[in-house]
T-cell receptor
Framework: DTGVSQNPRHKITKRGQNVTFRCDPI?????LYWYRQTLGQGPEFLTY????????KSRLLSDRFSAERPKGSFSTLEIQRTEQGDSAMYLC???????????????FGEGSWLTVV | GNSVTQMEGPVTLSEEAFLTINCTYTATGYPSLFWYVQYPGEGLQLLLKATKADDKGSNKGFEATYRKETTSFHLEKGSVQVSDSAVYFC???????????FGSGTKLNVKP
């Protein structure tokens, strides 16, 4: 079990450019989440997938943001036409949801820092 | 709706002092409750959890009890170490675990 892996860990981009982050969840985890965290704040929910289906998106996720999880394995989060307000850490997490279980736990990756200049 | 409120930090303690970080929540239904810890430049790591009322989660000397009557899940440790310096997040998950709600975090500084 290698944990949740994210890359790149750091990205500096110019305003208006597109960026893409990748997340590899813990193998066999059927749920994958994206969160955004700014300095001094807790993580804010962006979206989540169950297998390959994107089941919910936050209103924070403007139409410049898109996430995919082809084949229910890794996921990508793309931000188009970046703005300075997009500067944050983007966290990916995964979990294994078992029917009838309680106490589902999500496991986070180390995050991808985005700085838009 | 669902939300989590934590005491504001930073909290500064001397080594071996007693720690309490307050967390209260608002939730529909019966949430599960969690504490996560974040070290500088890293993602969040699960510290402990509790899935129903009166459950006590514990790990590495930290404890928290799920109190439904006071809607609280306060984090405690009897004797903190310098290595416990980090940001601590209280969180809850909804009924079908489709979303986790986090507090704003409490920074803990432990001095030698």
């Amino acid at each position: 079990d290698t944990g949740v892996s994210q890359n790149p860990r750091h990205k500096i981009t110019k305003r208006g450019q597109n960026v893409t982050f990748r997340c590899d969840p813990i193998s066999e985890h059927n749920r994958l989440y994206w969160y955004r965290q700014t300095l001094g704040q807790g993580p804010e929910f962006l979206t989540y997938f169950q297998n390959e289906a994107q089941l919910e998106k936050s209103r924070l996720l403007s139409d410049r943001f898109s996430a995919e999880r082809p084949k229910g394995s890794f996921s990508t989060l793309e931000i188009q036409r970046t703005e300075q307000g997009d500067s944050a850490m983007y966290l990916c997490a995964s979990s294994l949801l078992r029917t009838g279980s309680s106490g589902n736990t999500i496991y986070f990756g180390e995050g991808s820092w985005l700085t838009v200049v | 709706g669902n939300s989590v409120t934590q005491m504001e930090g930073p909290v500064t303690l001397s080594e071996e002092a007693f720690l309490t970080i307050n967390c209260t929540y608002t939730a529909t239904g019966y949430p599960s409750l969690f504490w996560y810890v974040q070290y500088p430049g890293e993602g969040l790591q699960l510290l402990l959890k509790a899935t129903k009322a009166d459950d006590k989660g514990s790990n590495k000397g930290f404890e928290a009890t799920y109190r439904k009557e006071t809607t609280s899940f306060h984090l405690e440790k009897g004797s903190v170490q310098v290595s416990d310096s980090a940001v601590y997040f209280c969180a809850l998950s909804g009924y079908n675990f489709n979303k986790f709600y986090f507090g704003s975090g409490t920074k803990l500084n432990v001095k030698p």
